[in-house]
């Protein structure tokens, strides 16, 4: 079965840039999604195809795409984007997910 | 605004069929562009995709659960449900349902139901 992989954890300090990866086999010939989620709240989803970000998110959320590997970067990082980030891709008929990562703004 | 609204119970006893209903509010559901689905959450952990349908029928399931799960679309409701048969402790979660884009992309969720199986 298909699999995504992702750090169980990144850390940043506030301000600066943080890159949380997703990697799968051939990932690069899929959509890759990423989603935010916090404590008692449902995911919201932050990139979609790879690298569009919905209406209403932060322009410092953006998402690229290289071989097997899918990265969410946020760009001057703030302590509100302390949360859980998942990606997600669908395989075929399948739609995955990688297993989380906790991003700690410290 | 579109919504979306799980039901069911709270609590299941094991081996018996779980049952969630998601109403989907501020737009239908017939539509073209979308697919609806249910996702699960156990406590603590991860993401994990159940099933989606899209309003004319067509289905798609997690191998994994495939054969304990069934998803259908009432139309003249503007519903969709989930049924979970033979559940097991492992299936207590928090119950997502979602409409997804036409890349099978989740855009819009629910809050949540969570369901405990427990005797």
């Known amino acids: 079965s298909y699999e995504l992989t992702q750090p169980p954890s990144v850390s940043v300090s506030p301000g600066q840039t943080a890159s949380i990866t997703c990697s799968g086999d051939?990932?690069?010939?899929?959509?890759a999604c990423w989603f935010q989620q916090k404590p008692g709240q449902s995911p919201v989803l932050v990139i979609y195809?790879?690298?569009k970000r919905p209406s209403g998110i932060p322009e410092r959320f953006s998402g690229s795409t290289s071989g097997n590997t899918a990265t969410l970067t946020i760009s001057g990082t703030q302590a509100m984007d302390e949360a859980d980030y998942y990606c997600?891709?669908?395989?075929?008929?399948?739609?995955?997910f990688g297993g989380g990562t906790k991003l700690t703004v410290l | 605004q579109l919504q979306l609204q799980e039901s069911g119970p709270g609590l299941v006893k094991p081996s018996e069929t779980l049952s969630l209903t998601c109403t989907v509010s501020?737009?239908?559901?017939?539509?073209?562009?979308?697919?609806w689905g249910w996702i699960r959450q156990p406590p603590g952990k991860g993401l994990e995709w159940i099933a989606s349908?899209?309003?004319?029928?067509?289905?798609y399931y997690n191998p994994s659960l495939k054969s304990r799960v069934t998803i259908s679309v009432d139309t003249s409701k503007n519903q969709f449900s989930l049924k979970l048969s033979s559940v097991t402790a492992a299936d207590t979660a928090v119950y997502y349902c979602?409409?997804?884009?036409?890349?099978?992309?989740?855009?819009?969720w629910g809050q949540g139901t969570l369901v405990t199986v427990s005797s």
């Open positions: 979602v409409r997804l884009m036409s890349t099978m992309t989740p855009d819009y």
């Open positions: 501020g737009g239908t559901i017939s539509t073209t562009s979308y697919y």
């Open positions: 349908i899209y309003y004319g029928g067509n289905t």
């Open positions: 051939k990932l690069g010939d899929k959509y």
């Open positions: 195809q790879d690298f």
């Open positions: 997600q891709a669908w395989d075929s008929t399948t739609a995955v």
